[in-house]
């Protein structure tokens, strides 16, 4: 199939042809995050229009934000001020001319790894990702759970300790407990740093307990870790799993799988699966 997927991140909004499941063009820009709501629409028809082809056959689109899915409003965008409540489905259908679906962005890392990445062939998948914060999509018996409201599989907001889980188990950890930017851990890290290294040591009992609350909840056969705090997981894996030795179903947790994602355009190719998933389930 031909398609389109959106990426609306933090920093820059991407959008890529994606044929077959695999990118043939890739356009980016970053985000005009102050401006209005009708500039950030020009920003994501403008790419669209650079990748497309004139045969696709759909556009999913993931935004770091809640949805109502089915009638494609995005709602309160953390990191766009002039985005409260936009009929996005609605206005990209009408630019356009082909079916639009629209979802949160772990939603959306979820599907990708389904149907094209590490969790292909499994049908109960938590998609994780580990960024400035922590979040999580669903695939329960094959079908993409969002909920109702789609929050579903929000861990990282679960209350945890003194605040929220995503506080311990996401970078935000290392700014919070040691006043110092995450990326500079991960370099020293990598050069052996004794207090980098237990730093990583202590992030890996949280990011540990985090996934514990995912397999109490969902059971799913694969976890696969996201986001940029994944490229740290040879210094907190040690840690994370025996943490994940406090978990009561041992027998269960042998069976259960957890991958890295090996591909930095998931949420591309996760937004056309969303297209997938929505027009041929």
Known sequence: MDLIGVDLGATNVRAARVLDGKLEKVARQKLKKEGSAGVIFDQITGLINEVKSGSEEGIGIGVPS???????????????????????????EEACSVPVCVNNDANCFVLGETYFGKARGFRNVVGLIIGTGMAAGLVLGGRLHAGPNCGAGEIGMIPYRDSILEHYSAGQFFERRYHTDGKKVF???????????????????????GILVALYAYDPEIIVLGGSGRHGYPFF???MRETLNNFAYQNSLKKMVIELSGDDHMALLGAAALVLDTLHP
Do not use: C
């Open 66 to 92: 809640v949805v109502d899915v089915e009638k494609g409003i995005v709602r309160d965008v953390q990191n766009i001020p002039s985005w409260k409540e936009v009929p996005l489905k609605q206005m990209l």
């Open 187 to 209: 370099q020293k890290a990598r050069q052996g740093d004794s207090r980098a290294l237990d730093m990583y040591k202590e992030f890996g009992t949280h990011v540990g307990n």
């Open 237 to 239: 894996q040690q840690s």
